[in-house]
């Protein structure tokens, strides 16, 4: 099928079998969560409709503000993950990670963080002493200092154990602004590692899943990558998105929509593990849409895209780098998939969430 040819597959992707769960006008569901369709229509109907600045309005992992000495990138995100202890992580490391990675995606450096901790009534200590041993080692290991932070108790029965927020603070250089709306016909989309594994570690602790080699996590601040970028390829890095909640599928629908272009992806190039592509197979799942918590989307203009995926490969985090796409001026808004059969589908924001309490 032609690039320019509208895909004649169904907006909703083949393979998931879990329900979608039917909007209320009156209620808040467990899907308003899901990074999805339902967390945009609760987000711009409940909250941008009355919180209204330009800065807010863009939609970044993070905002950027000016303040009197250069401007600063600012994010915010509260982790709800269950089971708290997870393969290859926990939610003290992913609260940190997980900010951390929100602020660096704006092409800032982080440097500060603040943490609030919500406390169920019988947390064993045991738990919570290895959660805030496992956010100091991971802040440490990413040169960021914890300045602030908050402790509630609540009854129990009043919260699942456990709950973090961190809000991360980090400095911006002129020359280094990518954003979502930067990306542009022929950039190429490019994946710093295999996707899929954070969400499925997460659910096969959560539902008692045995799989023949055990999936960890991939939980990293991916700092180290971003500032490979900078200083290899500078401003030709266009947008970087950490793909979380809704995954991949989900970053680049964000994108296209921000910038007004397509997205066009090659099925054979999609990086996914195969203990996670048994798992989603088993699950009925669709790895695009499956969290991820250590690896980076980068869109690089067109003549620097070999050198992007260079540096990538250079380093640890990114040695399993590969391009899986490109942008294109058609189809503007929508993100497809080249099957290896030669045909396309469109990959669509799911309504709600395939796996919620991810993260």
């Known amino acids: 099928m032609a690039s320019d040819s509208q895909p004649d597959a169904p907006a909703m992707t083949e393979g998931i079998v879990c329900p979608t769960p039917a909007p209320t006008d009156d209620r808040v569901q467990l899907g308003h969560g899901s990074g999805g369709k339902m967390s945009a229509a609760l987000l711009r109907d409940r909250f941008l409709s009355r919180f209204t600045n330009d800065e ?192 991949v599928a989900s970053a680049l629908n964000e994108i296209s929509s921000a910038a007004g272009v397509g997205i066009e992806l090659e099925d054979h190039a999609i990086p996914v593990p195969e203990p996670v592509a048994a798992a989603c197979e088993m699950l009925g799942l669709d790895p695009l849409y499956v969290a991820n918590e250590g690896i980076m989307v980068a869109i690089v203009a067109e003549e620097d895209g070999d050198r992007a995926l260079t540096t990538l490969k250079s380093h640890p985090l990114g040695e399993n780098a590969v391009r899986i796409g490109n942008v294109v001026a058609e189809h503007p808004g929508m993100v497809v998939l080249r099957t290896g059969v030669g045909g396309t589908r469109v990959v669509d924001m799911l309504p709600g969430d395939q796996l919620p309490r991810i993260c």
Do not use: C, W
């Open 56 to 247: 807010l309005a863009r939609l970044g992992d993070a905002a950027v503000v000016e303040l009197n000495d250069g401007d600063v990138a600012i994010s915010t995100d509260t982790f709800v993950v269950s089971p708290l202890e997870f393969p290859g992580g926990d939610i003290g490391s992913l609260a940190i990670h997980g900010t951390i990675n929100d602020v660096a995606m704006m092409g800032a450096e982080p440097q500060y963080l603040s943490v609030g901790f919500i406390l169920e009534e019988g947390l064993s200590f045991d738990v919570l002493d290895r959660v805030v041993a496992s956010m100091d080692t991971a802040a440490s290991a990413a040169g960021v200092t914890l300045v602030t932070g908050d402790t509630k108790v609540v009854e129990r029965g009043k919260a699942d154990r456990m709950f973090i927020n961190t809000t991360g603070v980090g400095r911006l250089e002129d020359t280094f602004r990518p954003s979502p709306e930067h990306a542009k016909p022929g950039d190429h989309v490019i994946v710093s590692g295999p996707i899929g594994r954070h969400g499925i570690a997460v659910m096969a602790v959560r539902e008692g899943l045995e799989f023949e080699v055990e999936i960890e996590s991939d939980s990293a601040a991916l700092t180290p990558l971003v500032r490979a970028l900078r200083e290899t390829v500078g401003s030709a890095v266009h947008v970087m998105r950490d793909p979380t909640r809704g995954g």
